[in-house]
Protein backbone atom coordinates (compact mmCIF):
# COMPACT_ATOMS: atom_id res chain seq x y z
CA UNK A 1 0.00 0.00 0.00
CA UNK A 2 1.22 3.27 -0.48
CA UNK A 3 0.68 5.75 1.38
CA UNK A 4 1.01 10.35 0.98
CA UNK A 5 2.82 12.05 3.21
CA UNK A 6 4.34 15.96 3.40
CA UNK A 7 8.30 16.11 3.46
CA UNK A 8 9.54 19.37 3.92
CA UNK A 9 12.80 20.35 2.25
CA UNK A 10 15.38 23.54 1.43
CA UNK A 11 15.05 24.99 -1.93
CA UNK A 12 18.00 24.66 -3.34
CA UNK A 13 17.85 20.78 -2.13
CA UNK A 14 14.34 19.82 -3.54
CA UNK A 15 15.42 21.99 -7.06
CA UNK A 16 18.66 19.40 -7.19
CA UNK A 17 16.37 16.69 -6.74
CA UNK A 18 13.82 17.27 -9.37
CA UNK A 19 16.64 18.22 -12.18
CA UNK A 20 18.82 14.91 -10.92
CA UNK A 21 14.83 12.89 -11.49
CA UNK A 22 14.09 14.54 -14.88
CA UNK A 23 17.85 13.84 -15.97
CA UNK A 24 16.99 10.44 -15.38
CA UNK A 25 13.89 10.02 -16.77
CA UNK A 26 11.79 9.22 -13.14
CA UNK A 27 9.73 10.96 -11.09
CA UNK A 28 10.65 12.83 -7.68
CA UNK A 29 8.99 10.10 -6.13
CA UNK A 30 10.78 7.03 -7.17
CA UNK A 31 14.09 9.08 -6.05
CA UNK A 32 12.89 10.17 -3.00
CA UNK A 33 12.42 6.44 -1.86
CA UNK A 34 15.94 5.15 -3.63
CA UNK A 35 17.77 7.72 -1.36
CA UNK A 36 15.19 6.30 1.93
CA UNK A 37 15.63 2.62 1.22
CA UNK A 38 19.46 3.43 0.56
CA UNK A 39 19.75 4.85 4.12
CA UNK A 40 17.87 2.48 5.90
CA UNK A 41 18.98 -0.43 5.01
CA UNK A 42 22.70 1.17 5.44
CA UNK A 43 23.56 -1.58 8.35
CA UNK A 44 27.40 -0.22 8.53
CA UNK A 45 28.33 0.52 12.15
CA UNK A 46 28.38 4.36 13.54
CA UNK A 47 31.71 5.94 13.10
CA UNK A 48 33.23 5.89 16.38
CA UNK A 49 34.91 8.62 17.57
CA UNK A 50 38.42 9.81 17.01
CA UNK A 51 40.56 8.95 20.29
CA UNK A 52 42.34 11.78 21.49
CA UNK A 53 45.66 11.21 23.05
CA UNK A 54 46.47 13.77 25.94
CA UNK A 55 49.34 16.14 25.29
CA UNK A 56 52.70 14.96 26.68
CA UNK A 57 55.21 17.34 28.26
CA UNK A 58 58.45 17.62 26.41
CA UNK A 59 60.26 19.22 29.57
CA UNK A 60 63.55 17.42 30.21
CA UNK A 61 65.69 17.35 33.46
CA UNK A 62 64.22 15.51 35.78
CA UNK A 63 63.19 15.99 39.19
CA UNK A 64 64.39 19.58 41.01
CA UNK A 65 67.90 19.27 42.72
CA UNK A 66 66.18 19.18 46.14
CA UNK A 67 64.63 15.93 45.42
CA UNK A 68 66.83 14.41 43.14
CA UNK A 69 67.95 11.96 45.94
CA UNK A 70 64.97 10.67 47.40
CA UNK A 71 63.12 7.36 47.09
CA UNK A 72 59.60 7.08 45.79
CA UNK A 73 58.27 6.28 49.21
CA UNK A 74 59.51 9.78 50.34
CA UNK A 75 58.04 11.30 47.73
CA UNK A 76 55.04 10.20 48.63
CA UNK A 77 55.33 11.27 52.05
CA UNK A 78 56.42 14.55 50.99
CA UNK A 79 53.52 14.81 49.13
CA UNK A 80 50.76 13.80 52.48
CA UNK A 81 52.76 16.12 54.58
CA UNK A 82 52.08 18.86 52.41
CA UNK A 83 48.40 17.61 51.54
CA UNK A 84 47.71 18.07 55.58
CA UNK A 85 49.03 21.36 55.64
CA UNK A 86 46.66 22.38 52.98
CA UNK A 87 43.79 20.91 54.69
CA UNK A 88 44.19 22.27 57.80
CA UNK A 89 44.30 25.58 56.32
CA UNK A 90 41.30 25.03 54.62
CA UNK A 91 39.29 23.77 57.58
CA UNK A 92 40.40 26.66 59.74
CA UNK A 93 37.38 28.34 60.69
CA UNK A 94 39.49 31.28 61.56
CA UNK A 95 39.77 31.39 57.78
CA UNK A 96 36.19 31.35 56.46
Known amino acids: MTERTTVRLPDD ?3 LAK ?7 RTLTSLIEEGLR ?7 APAKAK ?3 PRVSSATGGLMPEF ?16 AERMK ?3 DPARR
Not at 38 to 44: E, F, G, N, Q, S
Not at 70 to 81: G, K, N, P, R, V
Open 38 to 44: TVVADRR
Open 68 to 83: AGMSYSELEELDDLEY
Open 51 to 53: HIM
Open 13 to 15: LLR
Open 89 to 91: HFN
Open 19 to 25: RKAASEG
